[in-house]
Structure formats: C-alpha cells, structure tokens
C-alpha cells in the first residue's frame, strides 16, 4: 500500500494590539470547519492545543484535487465546499490568495509543497492545478533515503517559517514505500497596535486544577471590544493588529475549570455572533506571556469531522498519479507560538475575572485556561486557534498575592448595570 504524509505547518509571531472597529466578518459556511477542528482538537485534552485550520485547509484542498468518489465528498463535506470544482477551486484559490501579506503591521506567508518520490509519474492535470491554483512547490525526492529525504523536507519548512519550524519529519517517519508528502508552511508575524508596557509585567498566579502555576503576567490599560457572552458563559475580548485587518479574539471562561465546557459549546456560537456582541469598553487586561511548541498528528480530529475514508485503504486519490492505490498515513501538524509585551504568534485571555474598580474601567483577568483565535476581521478567516492551560512558569520570582481572594462570581463595573 503506497502511503502519503500531509505535513501542516503553522507559525505565528506577533507584536503589538489595538481594537476594532466595528467592522463584522462575513459568516461563511467554508469557516464553520475551523470552529469543529479546534473542538475535536481540544475536547478533553490536557495541557496547550494549537492548530492552524488555514494550513490544514491548504493541505486538505491539495489532496481534494486528487480525490475522488466518497474521499473526494468527505473532503468536500468537512470543508463546506461547492460540489462543483470551478466553484470551490475559485473559493480555494481566493483564500490561499489572501494567505499573502506584507504590511509595516502585520506579515503573512502561506507555502504548499509536494515531494514526490522519482518512481512516480503525476497526472499533468494534478500536477497543472497544484501549481497555479495552490502556488505549490513540487519536487522529486529519493524516499528510498530516509535521512536525505527528511532534510529536504525539513529545510523547505525551516525557510518556509523563517527558521521557526526546522525538524517537523523525523527519517523514521519515512520509508522506502512512502510515495509523496504534502506540506503546507504557514508564518504569521503581527505588530500589536498597543503593546503592553514590560515595567508592569510581574509573576502571578495561573489557576489550573486547583493548583497556582507562577507565570510571567503583562498588563495593558486601554478602550477595547468587549462583551460578556451568557451562552458561553465567558467573556470575550478583541485585540487588533496594526492596521485593523487582523485581530485576536480572547473567550476567557467565567468558571476556573469552565475552559472544557466552553470548547464544547462554541460550535453552537459562531465568532461573528460573538463579534456583534462586542463593545468598546475600558479595559485593564491581565493575561500570561508565553512560548509553546506543539505537533500533532490531526487525522484523529478529521475521522471525528467524518474525514474518514481518506485514512483507510479504501481511499479514493486516483487523480494524483497513474497505478497504485495511495493513502494517507497521518496529517502532522505542528505549531510554535509565543506571546510577549511586543506582540504574539496566537494568544489571549482564559481565565476572567472582573471585578469593580474606580471609575468606569473593567478588569479583566485571564488566570486560568483560555481559548484565542487570530483571524481576517473582514472575512472571518481563521488563521490560528487553540486553548492554553499551560503558561510558562517563573521559577524565579515569587508570585504577587492579589488582596482579594480569586472568584468565580460575575461581577461588572457600574457600566453594565
């Protein structure tokens, strides 16, 4: 059985956050997929869950061009794609397209790959569509070496993620019977439009399973999009990118352990409803820095989206290359992130609490797990998601004891009454 590897690269390094402005993102069907993936991603799992449904999607399409039969209306069906190819070619083609940004405030790169082994001969067509319609880089590669074909591999996605991802296929992964990787590299890097002051970062308590984690928390005081969400039970906060095309969107869950829960119930809210609910409001922001790395092999979440044939021998990928009957062996994605003073690669706010201050400003606190989302303002593309229950620790500095005692109470400032 000839077996295929689909790589999903997603890296993300941002710097520097603002609000919206009121501008709300077109409900597509084509983005309810990001919402199921990071639900069967993260859905009672421990510790950070982050995934790129944009590099997935790229990669997905890559393989629906050679699909066929039930594999090719799985693809189609997980995707909420048009039945008919010019239509979701056309769709494809469109958002790979805005997968391309240089600005002074935010830049984005997206690279399609394809190492094919030398023994196999592509249909033109597939070969055709993949380059112009996908912009993908295809290469013949010797599978029969391991060692060489992994450090190929590996340095395409190293300069395809500016050095970020470097080792995202091991030799062992490969054999002489692996016929061909797809992979997508996608690099995100955004300015905050208002960065967060590091002479008010300091240690503080991140409550995770009853314990207190000592984290690095930064500060920012400014007027941003804010809501309380009663059918998440969660607050919800935006931050904007320089130039107020881009935005991370913070769901912080009211109850300490509530993070789980609220995984479960976003498919029933969509993040334009959420955004309608956004008001600007004055806001003092408290939320960890960190870094993470995370890699995964996502065909677990897709059979769970009924992404299922495509992982079977029964896959149907007759339109990539003439004889054998391929399959896919795994889909492996991996994610590097980081949030700092400057900016972030994917991050927020999970842990809320808010509680009265002088005057009319709101306190927000994310001191427990928490979901974000970085995503088009205009189109409601999701290019990153996840959840994070794992900060990075101090070990040095002993965590500052807040006078009051953390609660899980709603509270609002004058404001809202």
Not at 274 to 286: A, G, H, K, V, W
Not at 316 to 341: C, F, K, W
Request: neutral net charge; aromatic residues 10%.
């Amino acid at each position: 059985m000839d077996l295929i590897f689909c790589i999903g690269v997603f890296l993300v390094s941002i710097k520097d956050i603002h609000c919206i402005d009121g501008r709300q993102a077109e409900l597509s069907r084509f983005n309810f997929f990001d919402i199921d993936l990071l639900k069967y991603a993260a859905e009672d799992r421990e510790g950070n869950v982050m995934v790129s449904p944009a590099s997935i999607k790229s990669t997905l399409a890559m393989l629906l061009e050679g699909a066929g039969g039930i594999t090719e209306t799985e693809l189609r069906s997980a995707l909420r794609l048009s039945p008919f190819k010019d239509e979701f070619r056309e769709q494809l083609n469109t958002y790979l397209s805005l997968l391309q940004v240089n600005t002074p405030g935010v830049k984005i790169s997206n690279a399609n790959g394809v190492f094919v082994s030398k023994k196999l001969k592509l249909h033109k067509h597939f070969v055709s569509t993949l380059s112009k319609l996908y912009f993908a880089d295809i290469q013949e590669i010797d599978f029969s070496n391991p060692f060489n074909a992994s450090d190929i591999i590996n340095r395409w996605v190293g300069q395809n993620t500016k050095g970020l991802i470097t080792d995202i296929i091991q030799p062992a992964q490969l054999s002489p019977k692996s016929e061909m990787i797809i992979a997508n590299a996608l690099y995100f890097k955004g300015l905050w439009a208002r960065g967060f002051n590091p002479r008010y970062t300091r240690s503080g308590c991140f409550h995770r399973q009853g314990s207190c984690l000592n984290v690095a928390m930064m500060e920012l005081h400014s007027e941003l999009n804010y809501a309380y969400v009663d059918n998440l039970r969660a607050h919800a906060l935006e931050l904007q990118y320089q130039g107020g095309e881009y935005s991370m969107i913070l769901l912080v869950p009211l109850d300490f352990e509530g993070c789980a829960q609220l995984v479960r119930d976003l498919p029933y809210m969509s993040l334009p409803q959420i955004s309608i609910l956004l008001e600007p409001t004055d806001i003092r922001l408290i939320m960890p820095k960190f870094t993470v790395e995370f890699n995964d092999n996502v065909a677990g979440p897709l059979r769970n989206m009924r992404v299922v044939s495509l992982f079977t021998k029964n896959a149907n990928l007759s339109g990539m290359y003439e004889g054998g009957a391929p399959q896919v062996d795994s889909i492996i994605h991996r994610v590097h992130m980081t949030v700092d003073e400057q900016g972030t690669v994917a991050a927020a706010a999970s842990s809320a609490m808010v509680i009265p201050l002088i005057g009319a400003e709101v306190q927000l606190r994310v001191d427990r797990p928490f979901v974000f989302f970085i995503r088009n303002n205009k189109l409601g593309q999701v290019l990153f998601e996840g959840k994070i229950d794992e900060p990075n620790i101090v070990e040095d500095v002993v965590p500052t004891q807040s006078k009051t005692k953390p609660s899980n109470e709603r509270r609002y400032s004058n404001k809202f009454f």
